[in-house]
């Protein structure tokens, strides 16, 4: 089973441009969930969705954007970037949210 | 509000001596409480859960946590370190009121031999 597969691995931008960082998971898992990790700050949660077409904010939504138009994809969206976005990120899913969430392989942002 | 504190930044210990790793948590409602762990360049593993079963729960590679409510707690032991256990390790809640799996700022662990 491939389980959360996170694309790219590495990107850097340029401060104002836009990506998007794709997540897709294999799982039929109904949670899924975006973190971004710094160091010292263990990890945040930036946005979450409990199932297709339902998202909500979590602690550090600020600056994101995503959408859950399947149950499979969970993309996260930054439209102009700044340098406080160079971070790792990582998604996650779950079943339900009181069972284990498993997690992908993370994207290395740097944003100059 | 939901929230988790983990107490120790960086715990250093020998190898072959206890692991001691703290968590407080803090839930309007009954918790489900997870300890992850994150070597260099990965991703997260899952240790062990609690979700209102056995207060005392075992984990993979002879991690074990004990929840305690009058203490909002639920540190992550070991008997006995070994060089591999050298990671980061993070705690986590998912409150029965709110569907949002919140970590702890994470302690990093290294195991001297």
């Known amino acids: 089973n491939a389980g959360v597969t996170q694309t790219p691995k590495f990107r850097i931008l340029k401060i104002g441009q836009s990506m998007t960082l794709q997540c897709t998971q294999d799982?039929?898992?109904?949670?899924m969930y975006w973190y971004r990790q710094d160091p010292g700050m263990g990890l945040k949660l930036i946005y979450y969705?409990?199932?297709?077409?339902?998202?909500d904010k979590g602690e550090v939504p600020n600056g994101y954007n995503v959408s859950r138009s399947t149950t499979e994809d969970f993309p996260l969206r930054l439209e102009l970037a700044a340098p406080s976005q160079t971070s790792v990120y990582f998604c996650?899913?779950?079943?339900?949210?009181?069972?284990?969430?498993?997690f992908g392989q993370g994207t290395r942002l740097t944003v100059v | 509000a939901q929230s988790v504190t983990q107490l120790d930044s960086h715990v250093s210990v020998s190898e072959g001596t206890p692991v001691l790793l703290r968590c407080n948590y803090s839930?309007?409602?009954?918790?489900?409480l997870f300890w992850y762990v994150q070597h260099p360049n990965k991703g997260l593993q899952l240790l062990l859960k609690?979700?209102?079963?056995?207060?005392l729960v075992k984990g993979i590679n002879g991690f074990e946590a004990e929840f305690k409510k009058s203490e909002t707690s639920f540190h992550l032991t070991k008997p006995s370190a070994h060089m591999s256990d050298a990671a980061e390790y993070f705690c986590?809640?998912?409150?029965?009121?709110?569907?949002?799996?919140?970590f702890g700022a994470g302690t990093r662990l290294a195991v001297h031999p």
């Open positions: 996650a899913s779950s079943y339900v949210q009181a069972t284990e969430a498993f």
């Open positions: 799982m039929n898992h109904n949670y």
């Open positions: 969705s409990v199932g297709a077409g339902i998202t």
């Open positions: 839930s309007s409602y009954s918790p489900s």
């Open positions: 609690y979700t209102s079963a056995a207060t």
């Open positions: 986590a809640s998912v409150s029965g009121g709110y569907n949002k799996l919140i």
